[in-house]
């Protein structure tokens, strides 16, 4: 087999890199246009007092479905891209999320806006899995520190672009309806584009992303390594029927969800949440374990594997709970502190915040290749507590200060974005590698829909005071310093075979 040329890893990188902006675009979305969009959805049929916690309970609902269908995502593509190849998934992937997100501006009811971010979020997951896979095994190992910043960097700029875009939309203000006008869109269609912040608008943007699946399908090589376990005869013990058990956990997943979402006690709540995320994992796993016993791999490695599957897990899950369960409601909690009079504070604090979480992507994984991963991660923890804590207990109004603690604690706790892509690929060996990174990163967010549905429970529990309640995600920090106490060191050391 003839060596991967210099510029089929440049093209394979500027392909994955694109995949994750457009990532980080998608995610991006539903924190802008959530509030409004799920406000003009339902005051027809909600009455004026319940608008706002509705609205809030909605908010997590969806948020959590988005997490659910990535972390599915995840295995399905992780699984597919181990089966078929890095580009051929990678390639279904990204149409899956960009279809998705466009189709969502179509919505007439909340229930249509959670089904559709969760399909789109199972692309999304898949994406994220495949295109670290494929980048760590083109490119020589002394680059994977500056490679997997970059990863997170680009997530971050995605988040970037849409605050741009939105931004971009309020300052054409009244001449967008004209414009929209002159190029043939009826003016009942430019009405419902141009409405509560132009989210119909901003979720038709989303499906940008399916002009990446040409130049991938033209011009990205598939992994040498992955060809070479091809040729060895590997790929063909992964079988499709073993994915009905991910779909089947993707269920379970879903029914945990719900029993949050309803007004359940906590007698019922963390019984069926504790048996639900046993069998979730249960099911997850599955594929990964017939596989490993077909491949006849031995008891020890088909252990370790697991483990270390759970491990990322649970060190994905730390940040993953940390950010969807509280730094993500910044924006609309920054609407809430404006009441919604300063159209422009909600795109303006995710172009800040994104533009820190992109460098600090950046950072966290240099210095996760310079000084070891896990003492970084050790101290990634203890600052990220720090400064979530602060970022909603030293603000009270939107100005120049919130947008400054905006970008730093953004910085700080999306530094794990850099780090996670560094360190999962080293844990697991080419054969699982994008199935195993793909568990292990989108497996965390299982845990982080269930903390998104705490925060819009807090909520309600403080009188919808967003500081309180998303300070409480602060605490999950102390779990990643436990964890991390007890992962492997892989500094140094070439990624596995």
């Known amino acids: 087999m003839s060596p991967i040329s210099a510029r089929a890893r440049w093209l394979a990188l500027i392909a994955a890199l694109m995949g994750w902006m457009f990532d980080g675009l998608e995610m991006g979305l539903f924190p802008l246009i959530g509030r409004p969009a799920l406000t003009e959805l339902m005051t027809p049929t909600v009455p004026a007092d319940e608008l706002e916690a509705t609205v809030g309970r909605w908010y997590g609902v969806i948020t959590a479905m988005f997490l659910v269908g990535a972390a599915t995502g995840g295995v399905l593509f992780g699984w597919l891209g181990d089966k078929v190849g890095r580009i051929r998934a990678l390639t279904i992937s990204v149409l899956v999320y960009a279809g998705c997100s466009g189709l969502s501006a179509f919505s007439t009811a909340p229930w249509h806006l959670a089904g559709l971010r969760f399909a789109g979020a199972i692309g999304m997951g898949g994406e994220w899995a495949l295109?670290?896979?494929?980048?760590?095994?083109?490119?020589?190992?002394?680059?994977?520190?500056?490679?997997?910043?970059?990863?997170?960097?680009?997530?971050?700029?995605?988040?970037?672009?849409v605050g741009v875009v939105a931004l971009s939309l309020i300052q054409v203000g009244d001449d967008l309806p004209a414009w929209l006008a002159s190029v043939g869109v009826g003016a009942a269609t430019v009405e419902q584009l141009t409405a509560n912040g132009n989210w119909r608008l901003l979720l038709l943007f989303g499906a940008l992303p399916?002009?990446?699946?040409?130049?991938?399908?033209?011009?990205?090589?598939?992994?040498?390594?992955?060809?070479?376990?091809?040729?060895?005869g590997q790929v063909s013990n992964w079988s499709g029927k073993?994915?009905?058990?991910?779909?089947?956990?993707?269920?379970?997943?879903?029914?945990?969800?719900?029993?949050?979402?309803?007004?359940?006690?906590?007698?019922?709540?963390?019984?069926?949440?504790?048996?639900?995320?046993?069998?979730?994992?249960?099911?997850?796993?599955?594929?990964?374990?017939?596989?490993?016993?077909?491949?006849?791999?031995?008891?020890?490695?088909?252990?370790?594997?697991?483990?270390?599957?759970?491990?990322?897990?649970?060190?994905?899950?730390?940040?993953?709970?940390?950010?969807?369960?509280?730094?993500?409601?910044?924006?609309?909690?920054?609407?809430?502190?404006t009441d919604g009079k300063v159209p422009e504070a909600a795109p303006t604090t995710q172009v800040v915040s994104a533009f820190g979480a992109a460098v600090g992507c950046l950072i966290g994984a240099v210095l996760g290749g310079w000084l070891g991963r896990r003492v970084v991660y050790a101290a990634l923890c203890v600052l990220s507590c720090g400064m979530l804590l602060s970022m909603f207990t030293v603000n009270t109004e939107y100005g120049t200060q919130f947008l400054i603690w905006a970008a730093m604690t953004g910085a700080v706790t999306a530094s794990f974005y850099g780090w996670l892509p560094l360190y999962l690929p080293e844990l697991f060996p080419t054969k699982v590698r994008a199935t195993g990174q793909g568990f292990g990163f989108n497996f965390g967010r299982i845990l982080a829909a269930i903390g998104a549905l705490q925060t819009g429970n807090l909520l309600k529990l403080f009188d919808n005071d967003y500081a309180k309640a998303c300070s409480v995600a602060a605490g999950v920090y102390v779990l990643g310093l436990i964890l991390i106490a007890f992962a492997p060191e892989t500094k140094g050391k070439p990624l596995p075979e």
């Open 131 to 161: 295109g670290v896979a494929l980048v760590m095994e083109l490119w020589p190992n002394a680059s994977r520190g500056w490679l997997a910043g970059w990863i997170g960097a680009f997530g971050n700029f995605g988040y970037l672009i």
């Open 210 to 232: 399916a002009v990446l699946t040409l130049f991938v399908r033209l011009f990205v090589p598939e992994s040498d390594r992955w060809l070479r376990e091809k040729e060895s």
């Open 242 to 337: 073993d994915l009905l058990a991910v779909l089947f956990g993707a269920l379970v997943a879903t029914g945990v969800v719900a029993v949050w979402a309803e007004d359940v006690s906590l007698a019922v709540r963390v019984p069926v949440t504790l048996v639900g995320l046993v069998v979730i994992a249960t099911c997850y796993l599955y594929p990964v374990r017939q596989y490993l016993k077909r491949a006849s791999t031995d008891v020890a490695e088909r252990t370790s594997i697991l483990r270390r599957m759970l491990l990322g897990a649970g060190l994905s899950g730390v940040p993953l709970l940390a950010t969807w369960g509280g730094f993500m409601w910044i924006y609309p909690w920054v609407q809430k502190l």
